[in-house]
Structure formats: C-alpha cells, structure tokens
T-cell receptor, first 113, second 111 residues
Framework: EAGVAQSPRYKIIEKRQSVAFWCNPI?????LYWYQQILGQGPKLLIQ????????DSQLPKDRFSAERLKGVDSTLKIQPAKLEDSAVYLC???????????FGQGTRLTVV | RKEVEQDPGPFNVPEGATVAFNCTYS??????FFWYRQDCRKEPKLLMS???SGNEDGRFTAQLNRASQYISLLIRDSKLSDSATYLC????????????FGSGTQLTVLP
C-alpha cells in the first residue's frame, strides 16, 4: 500500500514570502491532519479534516496559515506571509477511521531566512 | 498544564539495560493512547497502542493507569537500534479523531 505522500521535501524561503505544501493521503483515509514540528519538540496539531470538512483548526494561526481539502482527498497547507518562527517540519498524517493507526508522510522541512 | 507531558530526558543507557518512560495526560475523558517512535529527521511511526489491560510486544511493554492518568513504556534488553525519540500520543477530549502528542523523550542506547 502506498504511504502518505508529501511535497516538497525541503523548502527555503525568505520571510514575508508565501509557501504551499501538498499532501496526498493513503487511499480511503478519511481523516487528515497537518502538524507543525519545531526542532526538539513534539508535533503540534494545526488542522484536522474529516473528508473535506474541518474538524479542528483551533491552533491554526489563521492570519497567515490556511488549509484546504476540497475533494476530501489531497490537501494543501499555505503560509502567507512566512515568519522566521515558521521554520519547522510540516507533517501530514492520515487515518482510516477513529482509533486506528495514524500514518505520517515524510514531512516538508521549511526554513525561513 | 499541558495536555500531554512526558519525562524530559534525554535518557542515555547501555546496551542491555531496561528503561522506562512515563507520560501523564490531563483529560480524564481521554480514550485512546499510543506510543510513537521517531528517528532523527524521520516521520513518527506507531510503536504500539496502549490498552487498558496493558500490552506487550516483544521487549516493549505499555501500561495504562487511568486513575493516575499516566501511561508508561518499558523497554527491556535495550538495543542500539532502539535509539530514537519516543512520543506519547493521547486522544485528549474523548473525540476518537483527535491526536495530541507529547514533546517526546530522547533515548540513546550506548555500546
């Protein structure tokens, strides 16, 4: 079974620029999460989708971050404008149903300079 | 208080040692508990789910104490390959869909 696909793997941008990340979940996985992981910390939830609906975006900095999952499959996460503190790994994870294992993509390592 | 708190670490242990990690959670309604393993510069991967009765998988044993709201992970006969960060993961609010991660405990097994 194919895993969770994320792209790009690495991105370096200047502050105030915009950037977008893409995630393609495992086929049939209805739940999709975006996490931010800063070096030395655990993953922090940004947003959670169930199919194409948002379940939880309470920790998403909505003034600069946005995410969508229009057809309940692929998802994109955007940052505009980026700040230095946004430097982190952005992880996408998906699950088939509640209480099942969550599978992670390899992440996108963002560096804001 | 954080929703999920873990031993700060790092833990440096010799090969063959037994090591235990604890994790506490704040929401008594939490229903699902997991241990994930994350290797350096890699994505987290499920190590094991934690069941009410406790469960064992080879050298790894997970325990859940609902009364004290903590879970534990015991690793026996540590191997060099066990070196990684161990993340405690909890469903914090009773919603089966949410996953909240602890900050992780770094383990280094020394030869």
């Amino acid at each position: 079974e194919a895993g969770v696909a994320q792209s790009p793997r690495y991105k370096i941008i200047e502050k105030r620029q915009s950037v977008a990340f893409w995630c393609n979940p495992i086929s049939g996985h209805a739940t999709l999460y975006w996490y931010q992981q800063i070096l030395g910390q655990g993953p922090k939830l940004l947003i959670q989708f169930q199919n194409n609906g948002v379940v939880d975006d309470s920790q998403l900095p909505k003034d600069r971050f946005s995410a969508e999952r229009l057809k309940g499959v692929d998802s994109t996460l955007k940052i505009q404008p980026a700040k230095l503190e946004d430097s982190a790994v952005y992880l996408c994870a998906t699950r088939w149903e509640p209480n099942t294992e969550a599978f992670f993509g390899q992440g996108t390592r963002l560096t804001v300079v | 208080r954080k929703e999920v708190e873990q031993d700060p670490g790092p833990f440096n242990v010799p090969e063959g040692a037994t090591v235990a990690f604890n994790c506490t959670y704040s929401n008594s309604a939490s229903q699902s508990f997991f241990w994930y393993r994350q290797d350096c510069r890699k994505e987290p991967k499920l190590l094991m789910s934690v069941y009410s009765s406790g469960n064992e998988d080879g050298r790894f044993t997970a325990q859940l104490n609902r009364a004290s709201q903590y879970i534990s992970l015991l690793i026996r006969d540590s191997k060099l390959s066990d070196s990684a960060t161990y993340l405690c993961v909890v469903n914090p609010s009773g919603s089966a869909r949410q996953l909240t991660f602890g900050s992780g405990t770094q383990l280094t097994v020394l030869p």
